[in-house]
């Protein structure tokens, strides 16, 4: 199983980026997908998730902001994220699984991609 995320950078305040998740050595539309962040000096917070429905869940914080998708075609897990804040500055992560296994470190993980919100 191999995560790589991309499309990270560094945007304005108010400005938006779509992260990708290339997934390998299985199925993502079999599996349960979450992106995840860690900014500097904090803890890991799930944001949001796509379940092998396609239903999608988010963390407040984000809700109404980003959305995920995925095309099932590429097995590729996307997150789009709009008015962005520099509050929303971290390392951003694909994973495998839902909030909880997430938030248990469990499944299987990317390398991250950094997302940087400056003027």
């Known amino acids: 199983v191999q995560l790589v995320e991309s499309g990270g950078g560094l945007v304005q305040p108010g400005g938006s980026l779509r992260l990708a998740c290339a997934a390998s050595?299985?199925?993502?539309?079999?599996?349960?997908m979450s992106w995840a962040r860690q900014a500097p000096g904090k803890g890991l917070e799930w944001m949001s998730g796509?379940?092998?429905?396609?239903?999608?869940y988010y963390a407040d914080s984000v809700k109404g902001r980003f959305t995920i998708s995925r095309d099932n075609a590429k097995n590729t897990v996307y997150l789009q994220m709009n008015s962005l804040k520099p509050e929303d500055t971290a390392v951003y992560y694909c994973?495998?699984?839902?909030?909880?296994?997430?938030?248990?470190?469990?499944?299987?993980w990317g390398q991250g991609t950094q997302v940087t919100v400056s003027s």
């Open positions: 994973a495998t699984g839902g909030r909880t296994t997430v938030q248990a470190r469990g499944g299987y």
């Open positions: 050595g299985f199925t993502i539309s079999s599996s349960a």
């Open positions: 796509i379940d092998s429905d396609g239903d999608t």
